[in-house]
Structures are given as C-alpha cells and as structure tokens.
C-alpha cells in the first residue's frame, strides 16, 4: 500500500476526505445536452475533473428471436488511451465491459425505454438504440458519470425519420419513447466507512464498490458490487442515499 | 473568385474555427480543435517508458499516433474499434507531425498521440493533425515548428479551401495538406481526384493559404492558456 492509500484511510478514520469533501457529498457536476448535432442525443456530464460523453445512435435491424416485437438496446464504453495513462488499446477489457454492463442494466431493467414502441414490423424490423459511452478524462467515478449522461442523451434524443427501407437523418422530430430515469449513483467503501462518488485516489485505496440505481419513484434498479466484502449497514446506507443523491442528479437531465 | 458557397463562404474562408489546449487534464498535453461542426480532441502521454522493452528504439523516441471516431460522430453509427481508414490515417497523421519533433531527444521512450473525432463533418484528418500537434506543444515537446493542415480542391473552376458537406462530391479533386509554415515544409500530401498538373499546384498554394490562417489560430491558442502562466 502505497503513502497516500494509507493517508486516505487515516484521513477517512476522523470522517475526512483528501479533497476536503463530507463523505455524502458529490464533486461539482455538470452536463451539456446535446452537444454533438450528429447523434440522436448526447450528453457531456462533469464530476469534478471526470468527463465522459456519451452518444445516442439509432439504427434499424432483426429483432432477437425470443422478443419479435421488441426494439434492441446496445450499451458499449470505451476506454479509450486518450482519457487516462492507464487505459491501453486493444479490444475492451473487464473493465470497460462491466461499465457498459451496468449503465445497460439500469437502463433496461427500469424499463426506461418503451421497447414495443421501437417495433416496426413485428419479428423483422426493430429500432436499435446505440449507447456509447466515451470517458474523456478519467478522474473516478466513471459509473456515475457514464449513467447520467446516458439518461440525458437517452431523454433528449431525437429519431430519425424512417422512409420505407431508409432513414433520414436530416429530419429528426419524434423523441425516443423513454419512460424511466434510471440513475446510477456509486459509492466507496474505504477501510469501513462509505463515501459517495470516489475520486481516483479514492478508488485505489478502496476495498470495496456498490453502484445502485434509482428509479423516479425511489425503486433499486440495479446493482452492482465489486471489490472486497461489505457490511450489511453499508449497504443499507448505499440503498437508502442513493435514492437521495439519485434524485438530485435526475434534476439536470 | 466570387462564387458563393452552400455555407455562405467565400472560396478561400475556412469554416469558423475554435482551438483550445488542456481539455484533458491527464493528458501531458491536449487540444480541442473544431472547424465548423467538426471537432477533434487529442490527447498527448509522453515521452514515457516504452513497454514491451523489444519495441524500444536506442536512438530516438517512437511516435504513435492513433486516430479514431466516436461511434456517434457520424450520421450512420461508426463501428468502433480499428478499421482500414483509420489505421491509415493514424500512419500519415504520425508521419505529417514527425518531421516537427526531436525524437532523437528521447530515445528508448514513447510519445502517444491519442486523437478522437467527436463530431464529424469533413476534413476530420486534418482537423486531427491540427489538434495533435497543438497537443505536443501544450505537452512541451520541443518542436521545429506547429504542423497545420487543410485541405483544399477546385469547385467549378475555383479553387476552393476547407471542403464541408455537399463540396466533397462536386470538387475536382480533395487535397489534405500538413504543413509547417515557418520552415515552409510540407509533411502530409494526399490526393483524389482527376486534375492536370497546374491546377494540383494550384490547390496546393491554396491549402499553403489556409494553414497559415490556422498557424496563427494555433499560436492564439496556446498563449491563452502559457501567456497567462507568464511564458510568453
């Protein structure tokens, strides 16, 4: 372990953390809507020195033969070189895939999208919604930021129009029929205090992570834990703030 | 000379340009160059230890250069990951900003050049150069000069800079240049079209034109942000 893991958790024993921050408090978050005019929506959301943007496309394609009468959502980060020294190139690793996993999960289990809305005919042709997600610096919290910028891209995206076989770009009016708001919020368990919204000094002295995902109403989406065991007062304060801090965030979109 | 353009320009305006340096804060260096709709960002790590060892050079410096688009800067989704186009422009960016760096300076280590088209409607290699090579200079390679590039072709008989849209279709010919306007070298030359030898020449002082205009954007950029660290 290296000086400043160590300072960390000296720090986080006296209810203090390297920034300066409360342990329930968010760095500055921001977020751009629409600033690409080629996709369908996007999104550019800081937290903090965290940039990630984030790319609605859609597409039409075959739906899966086991939901004829649904459109398809893809989820894809990427983390690309240019975002932190220590991304490399090459096909995505566990990390990006899991990222794209849980912001995919959130978004499909709150059934945020009205799939039997994106059926055009009934087992042949679907919408496919693409959401990409591209981190531009990476300074923590790539969870949060990813979902929040997704939920902003997914709201205030526009479909194409679709003419026989061919889709018009030009004329984008419809918006996408979206139902849900799921909002990720993640959190930091460090020695065994919980903090919200992990810096990536704090992710390296982490020893555990839960992501819960929020829906308007206050209803847990999806999950998802990593890193070291966790109490279960923990978890129950994970549960409980996220709806809180899932609430806030929701105001931007 | 005074044909007018679909955008309103005249035949040798570039599209509005905004360049801005240090938008990546992990980054050594970093730009953001936009012309028009299209924008580029790049992100400079470097020089730093090349790994695996075998891949060193005892001599210099290796420069990598990868160039890529995000899947929705386009109309139609691009797939993500390498593709043929852009492994090649990836070769010709690295070898457009090379003849402006000191590699020799560094030897055994590695200087990636990581550029991403977040938005893109035309010219987005040369936006990418223009954004590369602002980025090694906000990084603080020393460099023989800034290398900046456009591109330009002859529409209807006019020689016309910084093709967008619908232009890239009606031209003779699309010409990216890179360039280094104090040495007055040029490090990227690529063509397609069909056109005699005079006009080439033609289109080539043409994009010489262009560059310098950017050139001077270039230096506006970089002292917004070292000018006010007291670099000047």
């Known amino acids: 372990m290296n000086v400043q893991d160590q300072y960390i958790i000296n720090l986080i024993q006296k209810a203090h953390r390297i ?66 020294p220590n991304f490399e190139l090459g096909p995505p690793g566990e990390e990006s895939i ?48 990813s979902g929040l910028a997704a939920a902003s891209a997914l709201a205030n995206a526009k479909m194409p129009k679709l003419e026989g076989d061919k889709l018009i770009y030009d004329e984008k009016k419809t918006p996408l029929p979206l139902k849900e708001l799921p909002i990720p919020v993640t959190f930091a368990q460090i020695k065994d205090h919980l903090v919200v919204d992990p810096s990536l000094e ?31 007062a923990n978890i129950e304060k994970a549960l409980d703030m996220s709806v809180k801090k899932g609430k806030d965030l929701r105001k931007l979109v | 000379m ?11 305006d570039i599209r509005p340009i905004k360049m801005e340096v240090g938008v990546i804060k992990n980054a050594d260096g970093s730009a953001m160059v936009s ?66 760096l000191f590699l020799e300076n560094f030897p055994k280590t590695t200087i990636d050049v990581f550029i991403l088209i977040v938005q893109a409607n035309a010219g987005t290699r040369t936006a990418g150069i223009n954004a590369a090579s602002l980025a ?31 232009e890239e279709e009606a031209t003779d010919c699309d010409l990216p240049i890179a360039y280094m306007p104090r040495i007055d070298k040029i490090t990227l030359l690529q063509m397609d079209g069909d056109m005699p030898v005079k006009d080439v020449k033609g289109t080539i002082e043409l994009a010489k034109k262009g560059c ?21």
């Open chain 2, 35 to 100: 012309l028009g709709k299209t924008v580029a960002i790049a992100a400079v790590y470097g020089p730093r230890e090349l790994h695996p060892k075998h891949l060193q050079v005892s001599n210099r410096a290796r420069l990598k250069c990868i160039y890529s688009m995000a899947p929705f800067s386009t109309t139609e989704r691009v797939r993500p990951g390498p593709s043929r186009r852009s492994s090649e422009i990836s070769k010709v960016t690295r070898e457009s900003l090379e003849p402006a």
């Open chain 2, 136 to 166: 090694l200079a906000d990084a603080g390679i020393e460099m023989r000069d800034l290398v900046t590039s456009v591109a330009a072709g002859k529409i209807d008989g006019t020689y016309t800079i910084d093709l967008a849209g619908k």
């Open chain 1, 98 to 145: 899991e990222l794209a996993r849980i912001i995919d999960r959130g978004i499909r289990e709150s059934k945020a999208i009205d799939v039997e809305k994106l059926c055009i005919t009934e087992g042949e042709k679907v919408w496919m919604v693409f959401v990409d997600i591209y981190p531009i610096n990476h300074q923590g919290n790539l969870i949060d930021a």
């Open chain 1, 19 to 84: 920034d300066g921050r409360g342990l329930e408090d968010f760095r500055k978050v921001t977020l751009e809507k629409n600033p690409i005019g080629q996709a369908e929506g996007s999104a550019l959301v800081q937290i903090g020195n965290t940039k990630v943007v984030v790319g609605v496309k859609m597409g039409v394609g075959t739906p899966f033969p086991d939901t004829p009468k649904e459109g398809i959502l893809i989820c894809n980060a990427e983390l690309s070189p240019l975002a932190s």
């Open chain 1, 202 to 232: 704090e992710e390296r002295a982490m020893n555990g992570r839960i992501t819960v995902s929020t829906k308007e109403n206050g209803n847990v989406c999806a999950i998802q834990k990593g890193g070291d065991a966790m109490t279960m």
């Open chain 2, 2 to 12: 005074s044909t007018k353009r679909e955008d309103g320009r005249g035949p040798e």
């Open chain 2, 212 to 232: 310098k205009i950017l050139y001077e954007e270039q230096k506006k950029a970089l002292l917004k942000k070292w000018a006010k660290e007291g670099l000047e």
